[in-house]
Every structure is written in structure tokens, then in C-alpha cells.
């Protein structure tokens, strides 16, 4: 069975630029979720969907968005790209997502370079 | 604020000499505790998930226990390959803005041969 799939897998922007990352689930797999990584802060909760619809939101600001299409399949988009966002960007995909007890199974990421 | 931490934050060990790690947690309902180990560039690949106090899971060298308030990943006779970062996890009830998953900052483990 293939595992969640993230591309691309590097990505150099510039300050200001916006940038599109997606995601391909685990066949079967209707929950992704999306998580920053970074050194400091570890990982951080941006947002969940499940059957295209956002189910829960963490504190990022406005910049960050995301969408589900009806294939379960996910993209995030990071619009006026600032510094602070280079990390390491994980999507994540289960069956039942939310607090179903079911594991979520992570991608590669995408490492997002801001300069 | 629900909180999950893990200590030691990083662990130097020889071959086969065993140790532990500690995750411990304050939660306001737990509805399971994952592991995980993440190697550099990669992400983090699930081990093993944990639901009541006194359930244990064993996986090759690795065995995960849980209590009341945290859990323990015991690895025995450890090699060079188990060298990674391991993270633990707990599910909470749904709709914070934390997630339903809240990560530990992990624990950074060496293994020298």
C-alpha cells in the first residue's frame, strides 16, 4: 500500500511569494491533517479536513490555507510568504482523523526555504 | 493548556546498553498516546499507539508502557539503526486548537557502536 505522498519535497521562495504544497493519502483515507515543524516549536497543528471540509484550525494566521478535493487528496497554501516560514511542512493522513483513536501517518514533508 | 513533554531531550547511548524514555503528559481526557521515530529529512513513521494505563506494546528492541499521567519507551540492547528522534503523542477530544494531537518535542537518540 503507498504511503502519503508530499511534493514537492524542496521549495525556495522568496519574502512575499505565495506557494502551494500537496498532499496524497493513504488509499482508504479520508482525514489529513497538515503540521509545521521547525527546531524551536517542534510540531504544530495548522488544520484538519475530512470528506472536504475543515474540521479544526490551529493558530496560524489567515495566510495559511488549506482545501481537500473529493478524491481525499490535499493542498496548503501559504500566501505573502514571510521568513518565519521556512520549515518543514507534514501532512498527515488517517482513517477517521479527529479524536477516532486511529494513528495519522506522515508523509515526507516538504521543506519550504524562505528568503 | 494541554502539555506533553519528553525527557531526556537528547540520549547518547553504547550498543546494547538499555535505556529508557519518558513522556509525560497533562491532558483533561486522554484518548491515546502514540510513538513515533523520525529520522533526518523524513517523517515521522508511527510505532506504536497506547489507549489505557497498564497496556504495553513491544516492537523488535522497543517496548512502550503507559500510566495515569505517562509513558515510558524502554529499548533493550540498542543498535547504531535505532539512532533517531522519537516523538510521543497524545489524542485529546476533539476541536481545540492544539489539534487532537499533541506532539512532545521528542527525544534525540544516539546509538555508538
Known amino acids: 500500500k503507498a504511503g502519503v505522498t508530499q511534493t514537492p519535497r524542496y521549495l525556495i521562495k522568496t519574502r512575499g511569494q505565495q506557494v502551494t504544497l500537496s498532499c496524497s493519502p493513504i488509499s482508504g483515507h479520508r482525514s489529513v491533517s497538515w503540521y509545521q515543524q521547525t527546531p524551536g516549536q517542534g510540531l504544530q497543528f495548522l488544520f484538519e479536513y475530512f470528506s472536504e471540509t475543515q474540521r479544526n484550525k490551529g493558530n496560524f494566521p489567515g495566510r495559511f490555507s488549506g482545501r481537500q478535493f473529493s478524491n481525499s487528496r490535499s493542498e496548503m497554501n501559504v500566501s505573502t510568504l514571510e521568513l518565519g516560514d521556512s520549515a518543514l511542512y507534514l501532512c498527515a493522513s488517517s482513517l477517521s482523523g479527529g479524536d477516532g483513536g486511529s494513528p495519522l501517518h506522515f508523509g515526507n514533508g516538504t521543506r519550504l526555504t524562505v528568503t | 493548556e494541554d502539555q506533553v513533554t519528553q525527557s531526556p531531550e537528547a540520549l547518547r547511548l553504547q550498543e546494547g546498553e538499555s535505556s529508557s524514555l519518558n513522556c509525560s503528559y497533562t491532558v483533561s481526557g486522554l484518548r491515546g498516546l502514540f510513538w513515533y521515530r523520525q529520522d533526518p529529512g523524513k517523517g515521522p513513521e508511527f510505532l506504536f499507539t497506547?489507549?489505557?494505563a497498564g497496556e504495553e506494546k513491544e516492537k523488535e528492541r522497543l517496548k512502550a508502557t503507559l500510566t495515569k499521567k505517562e509513558s515510558f519507551l524502554h529499548i533493550t540492547a540498542p543498535k547504531p539503526e535505532d539512532s533517531a528522534t522519537y516523538l510521543c503523542?497524545?489524542?485529546?477530544?476533539?476541536?481545540?486548537?492544539?489539534?487532537?494531537?499533541?506532539f512532545g518535542k521528542g527525544t534525540k537518540l544516539s546509538v555508538k557502536p
Open positions: 497506547l489507549y489505557s
Open positions: 503523542a497524545v489524542q485529546v477530544p476533539y476541536g481545540g486548537s492544539q489539534g487532537n494531537l499533541i
